[in-house]
């Protein structure tokens, strides 16, 4: 049983440039979360999502970044005219449910986005 | 809203044992989380706590106090494999349950 994957594994962009990331969830898990970590710092959560469904987008900046879950492929978390301070590992998460309980996250290797 | 708040770092010795310590502020509460992290690495779960008392799980235990909002991580017979970060984190209990993460606690263990 596969875990969370995500890809690439590290990314470099020059500013302005647009960065897309990966994230395929467990099998069996219908929702996913994306959070972004600075060196040596917290995870903060970004976006939560079930598949066809935004459930939680209140830690996203409202511009340049989105994300999506579609019925069939991976979630992608896109970064529109990347600048410096987008510059992070960015981890997605999955669970087979979202509501209560112990609910365990299983997470990826995260992707490690470079600004230049 | 939801906050946590744990120590920045922790430092001990091979074979101690150590407490990483965690408070929390939420509006509705379903249970406190612990997370491992090494560096460059994923989280990886350790422990749940939904009621009061102490979880053993190996050399690791977790403790909750409802009452007191504060939960805490043991470890004992630290091992060098055992430096890493350590989160807590709350599932919110409002329309998402998204799950927050406290900024964190850095473990180093010294021979």
Redesign the interface.
Known sequence: NAGVMQNPRHLVRRRGQEARLRCSPMKGHSHV?W?RQLP??????MV?LQKENI??E?GMPKERFSAEFPKEGPSILRIQQVVRGDSAAY?C?SSPQ?????????????TRLTVV | GQSLEQPSEVTAVEGAIVQINCTYQTSGFYGLSWYQQHDGGAPTFLSYNALDGLEETGRFSSFLSRSDSYGYLLLQELQMKDSASYFCAVRAVDSSYKLIFGSGTRLLVRP
Request: a negative charge; glycine letters at 22%.
């Open positions: 979360y959070y040596e710092e917290g995870l903060k959560f939560y459930i939680d209140s981890f998460a979202g509501s209560g309980g112990n609910t365990e996250a299983f997470f990826g290797q995260g």
